[in-house]
């Protein structure tokens, strides 16, 4: 039996996850603002959703409050809101809303450091505990993104992965940084991947292939260390 907490799992790849990495039997707190539409799917998986606002400074504590003692064994910080026209053509920087950057920056990066913080107490009592942030192959070098608020939080969150592995290893636990391309989340997880192939052909990364990474990683014995996946979409725009 496994306990997870996954955050940002309201839609999207953390939906995936939600019903994808649980077996039966298994624990998931899903973190988000809005309540998921389907919390039981009948597949033997305990589902508990805690209501969070991410942007606000106390969502750790209220996070942490309602876990206490629980074991946790999979963190999975997969969150990351962008510039309100940041994938439009007239994209401009220079017309960013300097509160919007605040949120972007509490976010994707604050508060990935302060709920890991909060949580890893819950981590140290698992016999093989691994944590996930889901960055983004805009986060690494040489992308030609102008979202600088996104593209900074994103590199960021490589730092964070970079800096918490060395102060956790100790206790064993894994942390890994996934960095994907463009993800086809406009189709749901149960639709199956050949319906991603044939309507993107390529240009976009099925969920069932982010949701694999992470169950492949999840499953190792504690004496391997996956630090970094980039995974771009093989015909993609994206590095």
């Known amino acids: 039996m496994k306990n997870f907490i996954i955050f940002g799992a309201s839609k999207g790849l953390g939906e995936a996850f939600v019903k994808g990495l649980p077996e039966a039997g298994d624990n998931v707190w899903i973190v988000s603002r809005s309540c998921p539409n389907r919390m039981e799917l009948n597949d033997g998986v305990h589902r508990y959703w805690i209501e969070a606002d991410l942007a606000l400074a106390e969502a750790s504590d209220k996070i942490a409050s309602r876990l206490r003692d629980v074991v946790i064994d999979v963190f999975i910080y997969n969150v990351g809101i962008w510039e309100s026209k940041g994938f439009m053509d007239d994209y401009d920087f220079e017309k960013d809303d300097p509160n919007e950057i605040v949120k972007i920056i509490n976010v994707n990066v604050t508060s ?39 593209v900074a939080s994103k590199f960021g969150l490589r730092g964070i992965s970079n800096s918490l592995r060395e102060h956790v290893k100790k206790y064993g636990i894994g942390v890994t940084c996934i960095n994907p391309g463009e993800i086809a989340t406009q189709i749901p997880y149960e639709d199956g991947i050949e319906k991603v192939l044939s309507a993107y052909n390529g240009t976009q990364i099925p969920l069932q292939d982010i949701v694999s990474l992470v169950k492949c990683v999840m499953n190792l014995s504690r004496a391997s260390c996956v630090k970094e996946i980039n995974i771009p979409a093989m015909l993609g725009t994206s590095v």
């Open 112 to 150: 990935a450091i302060t709920c890991v913080q909060k949580l890893l107490p819950n981590l140290k009592k698992s016999n093989n505990a691994k944590i996930f942030f889901i960055g983004s192959t805009s986060g690494l070098e040489n992308n030609d993104s102008t979202q600088i608020s996104f």
